[in-house]
């Protein structure tokens, strides 16, 4: 049963401590390109970000001990801190969505409850085994959105450099927590039978979860009979470039016995990122710079002549 690490990019896993300006004209009550249905998509999936990834974080960290393998240990510590700068910056932005009237803190709360319980009743390895399958769907989810910055169009572009980092943060580490349960698990058929057991429940506790949020919070904005957002969003989702149709091809592979994250290479488009920001230290050129490099270049980029101060 293959199960080995493959330890790609470890040295790309690199912690930065950046802070971004949430407020209300950064993130503003449809933030995702002025459209509801998309925004509320993604606010039922950020909502569990900070609690999520602090549980990701965790049931990383309860592994730590048993990990064979330094290399893994190692990135396992790095992991763990670009997720806690993460959740600290997604905390900022959805205590904006509430103000700007979006209930997050109620879809929050329920999460919580959820993975309170979760975490009550299943064994270190299940939730390591979970939390590989949840960040085998983030990785998907930005892959596709860092080839398609057009989507963010008409975000604020101090919104959109944060995601951006987060996207190529995701990709960074993507394979971080399948390599912390392998080792942690031992390998072998058990660690299989757990790895699909895991993905199972994430697929039928994540995909109700996301659905039950976004009708919630879609019916609290009023926005549920918008059919033009409605139409707009299912083919974002499942056309072009068919974020979800991704996710649920990406579940496929993962049953195979031999999979991992890196199968799918592409820090080639991360490199893109990484490289500017390293040139100037600016999120903003990064994403700019992640632009350039798409192929049908846009026109009508939002951008700002002088990113807010306290940037990156
Ligand atoms: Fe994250
Ligand atoms: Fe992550």
């Not at 299943?122 to 399958?133: T, Y």
């Not at 019916?219 to 957002?229: A, F, G, H, M, T």
Request: charged fraction near 25%.
């Amino acid at each position: 049963m293959a199960l080995a690490n493959r330890k790609i990019g470890y040295g790309e896993v690199v912690t930065r401590d950046l802070h971004f300006s949430m407020n209300r004209e950064t993130v503003t009550r449809h933030w995702f390109n002025n459209d509801p249905w998309c925004t509320h998509w993604m606010n039922a999936i950020l909502a569990a970000v900070p609690d999520g990834e602090r549980w990701v974080m965790n049931s990383a960290r309860r592994q730590l001990d048993k990990l064979r393998d330094p290399e893994v240990r190692k990135a396992a510590g790095e992991f763990i801190r670009q997720e806690r700068t993460h959740a600290r910056e997604h905390d900022e932005m959805n205590a904006i969505c509430v103000q700007q009237g979006v209930p997050i803190d109620k879809v929050e709360t329920t999460f919580k409850l959820i993975r309170k319980e979760l975490q009550h009743r299943l064994s270190d390895d299940m939730q390591s085994s979970i939390a590989a399958a949840f960040e085998h769907f983030t990785a998907i989810i930005s892959s596709v959105l860092l080839e398609h910055a057009e989507l963010f169009d008409e975000t604020h572009p101090e919104l959109r450099a944060m995601l951006y980092w987060h996207f190529v943060e995701e990709t960074e580490h993507k394979s971080v927590s399948f390599d912390v349960f392998v080792d942690a698990s031992g390998g072998g058929l058990r660690s299989y039978r757990l790895r699909i057991s895991g993905m199972m429940l994430a697929i039928s506790l994540g995909f109700p979860i996301m659905i039950g949020n976004q009708a919630f919070l879609l019916y609290r904005d009023k926005q549920l009979l918008n059919l033009r957002s409605a139409t707009h969003m299912l083919k974002v989702l499942f056309v072009k470039p068919g974020i979800l149709s991704k996710v649920l091809a990406g579940v496929f592979p993962y049953f195979s016995p031999t999979f991992h994250p890196w199968d799918d290479d592409n820090r080639e488009t991360i490199r893109i990122w990484k490289r500017a920001y390293e040139q100037t230290g600016d999120t903003h050129k990064a994403f700019e710079a992640l632009v350039k490099h798409q192929p049908g270049i846009r026109t009508g980029l939002r951008t700002v002549a002088h990113p807010p101060e306290g940037l990156s």
